[in-house]
Structures are given as C-alpha cells and as structure tokens.
C-alpha cells in the first residue's frame, strides 16, 4: 500500500471544499401542504429537542399533536410554540413515563377520546449518557434500557394492538442510532437499546404488514439544539446546521461541522423532514427500513487509523476500582 503522506491532503489545482449546500429556510415544507390534515400524530419526547423539531414538521403540513414527555413544564412550553406553527391542528399533551404500560394505555385513552385514535407515533423518546461499561451500575443501565427499549416497546405495542383491533392501517417511526449497526463504546447501554429498536423496525414490519401497519426508523446525526444535555454537550462546540461548511453556520477551522464528511451539521428541521416522508402517503411501501439522515458521518473512515486512546482517558475517568 502507497504512503498516503507522500500525497498532498487536497490538489491545489481543485477548488476548495465546501461541503453539502444548506438545507431551505425553516418554514418550508418537504411535502405539500394538509398531507396530514385530519391525521393524528403522537410524538413521544415531544417536548424538547429533536422530538418537538420533528412535531412541528408534522404540524406544519396540517397534523393534529399529541406530544407527551415525563415533563409537564416544557410540555405546556412546547404546545404553545407548536399550536403556533402555521398549518398546524389541533395539539395536545400528556405527561407519560412510557416505561409504565398502564400510564401508556392512558396516555391513548386520552388522545383517542380528545382527537382520536393516533394514525402516527414517533417513538422518539430515550436516555443516554456516557460511561464506561465496567462502571454502569445496573440501576444506570436499566434507566437507559427501560426508556429506550422498553419504552418503546410499551408505546409500539399500544399503538400496533389498538390499530389491529380497529382493522386500520397505521405507521410507526422509531428514532434509532447508529450503534446499533456498529457499537458503541462509552454508550454500551444505549447502543444496546437501540440495536433492540431497529431490530423490532425490522421484525414488525413482517408482522404487522399484511393489516396495514408500517414501521420504519429514522436515525440522527449530529444536530445541535439547545436541549442537549450536558453530558452529550461537553467538548463539542462550533455548527448550526443553517449553513454549509465554510459558510454561516460551517466553521471549516474546527468544531463540528470540520468533523462531518458533509463539513455541516444537520439543522433538526431535516430530521422532521425526513419524519414526515417515512409517515407519508409517499413512503406507504417503505416498511422495515432505517433511514439515516447524518451526511454520512457513520460511514466516516479514515486511510491510516489514528493511535487509539483508551475510552476511560478519553472520558477524563481514572484507572478502574471496583
């Protein structure tokens, strides 16, 4: 194999790399206008975040919400912002924990009896933060586990049993990652989670097929909002999404859109975008799939690899004591 370093890192002959253009102002659509108009669609994690960016998509082309969250503050916070949104229906929301069943089959009751039965779920809602695996306490892992698999499941099987039971067709979108294909280190309970939920995309999919129920996942890149937590935020810095790399919004001197292939965020409004095509009318035999919106940063690799740094030094953590 050649010595890459005997070759310049960019011709100078060519122009300068500017990354993937920037996506259209918020506000536009990616599907034509009422496409949800009379459909009901429950987001759960709805109100902050990725999960409220992908609402409002859905709101925009005419949707009626229901967003749920373990939180009642940002949920009043988010149904005000959203019922705002033009084009939007009606929005209501539930504080639900999903990781109890008997709380999700309320949550349900109470959509169905105040806008009816959903026709779409977001299964959006989730934990993480980083660790070593050899210092997750098994309460630390079931907190992650239990909300973003089981919980999950919990709402999936809600939705799928209440859609079989009305013989009506219905569509699922479950927000994935992707370490689900390769692993995650310093996310093992997590990555664990989400392999589980593009596994069940996958198994449902067959199952619930034949009676009219699709399933898909959507998974994120990097797509910076100011909901982030803290513990996903540390060390990262520079990217809005708004702008291609080099541009308002790129900073190709560092921070993260240098790190990205398309030398971009992503801006979370691409995330409801693509939300609002698996749901679609336009997507009816798209089942089973995982779509991956992240300008190929998992497909990311590199010639020669870099030293490896050990997950505890990069994670600042010291030797291990049980």
């Not at 999903?98 to 999700?104: K, N, S, T, Y």
């Not at 749901?279 to 035999?285: G, N, Q």
């Amino acid at each position: 194999m050649e010595n890459p370093s005997r070759h310049p890192a960019q011709d100078p002959a060519q122009p300068p790399a500017r990354g993937l253009p920037a996506p259209p102002a918020l506000g536009a659509a990616a599907l034509p206008p009422g496409t949800y108009e009379g459909q009901v669609v429950l987001v759960t994690g709805g109100g902050s975040g990725l999960g409220k960016a992908i609402a409002a998509e859905f709101a925009r082309l005419g949707a009626d919400l229901v967003i749920a969250s373990r939180r009642a503050r940002q949920l009043k916070a988010a149904r005000e912002e959203l019922a705002a949104v033009p084009g939007a229906g009606r929005v209501t929301a539930a504080v639900c924990d999903i990781r109890d069943p008997e709380r999700v089959a309320e949550v349900f009751d109470a959509a169905q009896a105040a806008v009816g039965l959903p026709d779409v779920l977001v299964n959006n809602a989730a934990a993480n933060f980083p660790s070593p695996a050899e210092d997750l306490t098994p309460g630390a892992w079931r907190a992650v586990v239990d909300i973003t698999l089981t919980g999950t499941w919990f709402m999936t099987r809600e939705f799928g049993r209440r859609h079989l039971a009305a013989g009506t067709p219905g569509s699922i979108v479950n927000i994935g990652a992707s370490y689900a294909w390769t692993g995650g280190p310093g996310f093992a309970h997590s990555a664990a989670a989400k392999a589980g939920v593009k596994n069940l995309v996958e198994t449902l999919a067959v199952e619930w097929g034949p009676y009219g129920i699709q399933i898909n996942g959507l998974v994120p890149g990097l797509f910076p909002h100011p909901d982030l937590p803290e513990a996903i935020t540390a060390g990262l810095a520079g990217g809005t999404g708004d702008g291609p790399g080099g541009g308002p919004g790129g900073a190709l001197g560092g921070g993260l859109d240098a790190r990205q292939p398309a030398l971009r965020v992503g801006a979370p409004r691409e995330l409801g975008w693509a939300a609002t095509f698996l749901a679609s009318p336009y997507a009816r035999f798209v089942t089973g799939h995982t779509l991956v919106v992240d300008g190929a940063n998992w497909q990311r690799r590199t010639v020669v690899n870099p030293e490896l740094t050990p997950l505890r030094t990069q994670l600042g953590r010291g030797p291990f004591t049980p």
